[in-house]
C-alpha cells in the first residue's frame, strides 16, 4: 500500500478538465511545500510535471497545474488532450526519516 | 542534455545480490545539493522509492528496504551503484535511476531496467 493516497482512476472529454487528488499527512504532503507530479505513459519512464507544489518545469504545457490544501494535493490538467492519457503519480518529502513517498498512481483516460 | 542509464542483470536468482549501476552525464554528483536516487516499478503496481544518496556522500534509504540496500556513488566515473541483497520474486520490477537536483524532485529519469529474480 502506497504511502500517498490518489484515485485509481480519472476521465474527461477533450477539453475539459480533469483534477487528481493525492492525500497524505501532516508528515509529508501537509508538512513541506514539496510536493512533485509525474507523467508516465506504457513502457516509457516518469516524466516530472509539477514540482514544489505548483512549479511547472520549462517545456511542461500550463494546461498542467499543481495545488495544496492542508495534507491534500491536486493535479490539474486543463483543456485535456489524447496525449493526456498516462498514468499520474504523486510525490512528496517526507522528511529525515521516510524521506520520499509516492502515490499509487492515477490512469487518466481522454474519453 | 542531461542523461541517466541504468544497466544490471535481467535475471537474478532468489537469495541472491543485485547490483545496478547508474551512468549518467550532463551534470556533476559533487555539485552542491545534487543527488540521485533509485525508485522501482513492479509490473502494472506503482512507483517505489528505494534510496537516494547526495553529492557530499549523505545517503537515505526506504524504511522498509534498509536493511537489504546499498548506495554508494563513483563521481569520477559518474555512476552511483545500487546493491540489493535477499532477492525474492516480489523484487521483480523495473529499476530507474534519476536526477535529484533539489529535495523537490527527480528529473530527469532514466529509461529503467527491468529485473526478474526467478530460479
Known amino acids: 500500500q502506497s504511502a500517498l493516497t490518489q484515485p485509481p482512476s480519472a476521465s474527461g472529454s477533450p477539453g475539459q478538465s480533469v483534477t487528481i487528488s493525492c492525500t497524505g499527512t501532516?508528515?509529508?504532503?501537509?508538512?513541506?511545500?514539496?510536493v512533485s507530479w509525474y507523467q508516465q505513459h506504457p513502457g516509457k519512464a516518469p516524466k516530472l510535471m509539477i514540482y514544489?507544489?505548483?512549479k511547472r518545469p520549462s517545456g511542461v504545457p500550463d494546461r498542467f497545474s499543481g495545488s495544496k490544501s492542508g495534507n491534500t494535493a491536486s493535479l490539474t490538467v486543463s483543456g485535456l488532450q489524447a496525449e493526456d492519457e498516462a498514468d499520474y503519480y504523486c510525490s512528496s518529502y517526507a522528511g529525515s526519516n521516510n524521506y520520499v513517498v509516492f502515490g499509487g498512481g492515477t490512469k487518466v483516460t481522454v474519453l | 542534455q542531461i542523461t541517466l542509464k541504468e544497466s544490471g542483470p535481467t535475471l537474478v536468482k532468489p537469495t541472491q545480490t543485485l547490483t545496478l549501476t547508474c551512468t549518467f552525464s550532463g551534470f556533476s554528483l559533487s555539485s552542491s545539493g545534487v543527488g540521485v536516487g533509485w525508485i522501482r516499478q513492479p509490473p502494472g503496481k506503482a512507483l517505489e522509492w528505494l534510496a537516494l544518496?547526495?553529492?557530499?556522500?549523505?545517503?537515505f534509504y526506504s524504511p522498509s528496504l534498509k536493511s537489504r540496500l546499498t548506495i554508494t556513488k563513483d563521481t569520477s566515473k559518474n555512476q552511483v551503484v545500487l546493491t540489493m541483497t535477499n532477492l525474492d520474486p516480489v523484487d521483480t520490477a523495473t529499476y530507474y535511476c534519476?536526477?535529484?537536483?533539489?529535495?523537490?524532485?527527480?528529473?530527469?529519469w532514466g529509461q529503467g531496467t527491468l529485473v526478474t529474480v526467478s530460479s
Open positions: 501532516s508528515s509529508d504532503v501537509g508538512g513541506y511545500n514539496y
Open positions: 514544489e507544489v505548483s
Open positions: 534519476a536526477r535529484r537536483p533539489t529535495r523537490a524532485r527527480f528529473d530527469p
Open positions: 544518496i547526495y553529492y557530499n556522500d549523505d545517503k
